[in-house]
């Protein structure tokens, strides 16, 4: 049985998706009018759909997983699980007022008109803290809403912040955290058979191997405890000892965000020709 995998066909996710894939061994051969094309080394086919689509795609059936963003999950309004978050396509959900507003909080959103590409998920969420609102939906230029005084605050996707600095908008509150994940009906890691669950294996292991290095040092016997300390690692380091005696050579995996911490400590511990190298997969 052949499986189906929507993908991202243009936009932000794409080329991330695209890098993830051929890196967890499930590369594919794009053409630019193929719809569908077979990915390598498995019973799996890509379906290139819009970032938007890929919920529907994936909850009508048409698709047995997904690949898009938290934001858009939200807003599909379908029932989908996601299976693995997958590290890329960070942003967050914002509102935000113009700069000279008398809005402050969420509270003083009360009667506001806001306009936004997302109004599923700003209804949902102004709807839980009871705080009434009229959504203004639009597809895109959301940041301009206020400025045509159409809206009065806006709900808008942000990664640094600069494009709401340079409209004159000031950000009130965070409304959801989004980045791109792995998506599938429920169930159905436990409802098909493995393949499947090996496509959530060899993305998850890029994903989880991205976040680590591989360190080796060379150090004296008499430092190991020490070292061993600064490098708790998920497992016990691997020691090797060296051909000359009282020196061990140690490997071990940190976090790549611990690693500016890590390295200055390990010297400081006495070891020596220290050599942080990237990893390819990680099954943990
Ligand atoms: P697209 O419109 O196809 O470029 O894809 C937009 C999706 O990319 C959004 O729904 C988010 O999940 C994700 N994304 C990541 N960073 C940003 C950002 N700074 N602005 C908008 N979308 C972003």
Redesign the pocket.
Known sequence: MTYRLAL?N?????QPTATLLKQAGLGYEKTDRALAVPVRNMDLEALFV???DVCEFVADGVADLGI?????LSESGTNLEIIAKLGY???RLAAAVPKASPIASLEDLAGARIATSHPVTTQAFFADREIPITTVPLSGSVEVAPKLDIADAIVD????GSTMLINGLRPIADIIE???VLVGRPGTLAKTNGTIAQVVLMMQSVVAARRKRYIMMNAPTTAVADVESIIPGFEAPTVIPLAHEGMVAIHSVVDTDELWRVLPRLREAGASGILVLPIDQLIQ
């Open positions: 991202p243009k936009g932000r996710l794409q819009r970032t938007d898009t963003g938290i934001d858009l396509g960070h942003c996707l942000v990664s640094s989004s980045e791109a």
